[in-house]
């Protein structure tokens, strides 16, 4: 089976394991793991390598758990990913179920880049209009990009939406070329 494949039946699993509305928790707990595999070198190695038996991991897993506070469904992922050796593709598992759970949950994701600090009132308003546009609850971030001359840049899923200055002369030099 192809890794993006491998990653969505895995999501789908542990969105079915957890139940929805446990879903958030589960994704924050596995970014720590993904996190800590990460910063790890050694902790990595010990999941991804064959040498360590099965037992161990579970072992050092559940420790680790209990110290984090991480639920038993969460662990038990974990070391069922460790065990058929995907674990290496949990970035993309928790990308893809994070995805699958805000389309189950009718809500959507965007980015905002903006070159200054918008207004609380303007927030709201860009709130209501992405909701309009998406038909969905849109959880927001807003990330200041000062080299954005002005306007801003939003990105819901994989749609981009332009009102930047840069974007404006951009599209204003197209019609020109095209006369």
Do not use: W
């Amino acid at each position: 089976m192809k890794p993006a494949k491998e990653a969505k039946k895995y999501a789908k699993t542990l969105i079915n394991v957890v139940d929805i509305d446990g879903v958030p928790q589960a994704l924050t707990e596995l970014t720590a793991i993904e996190n800590l595999m990460v910063k790890s070198r050694d902790f990595r190695s010990f999941l991804l390598n064959p040498a360590f038996s099965q037992p161990d991991r579970e072992k050092a897993l559940k420790k680790m758990a209990e110290s984090a506070g991480f639920s038993e469904k969460v662990v038990r992922f974990v070391m069922h990913l460790s065990e058929f050796r995907i674990i290496a593709a949990l970035p993309e598992i928790i990308k893809i179920a994070a995805a699958i759970y805000l389309e189950k949950k009718k809500r959507a994701r965007a980015t905002v880049l903006t070159s200054i600090e918008i207004s609380k009132d303007y927030e709201e308003r860009l709130k209501r209009s992405l909701k309009k546009l998406t038909e969905r609850d849109v959880d927001i971030e807003f990330i200041m990009e000062p080299a954005l001359l002005g306007g801003i840049l939003v990105k819901v899923g994989s749609t981009m939406y332009d009102t930047s200055i840069k974007g404006q002369l951009r599209l204003l030099k197209d019609e020109l070329i095209k006369g």
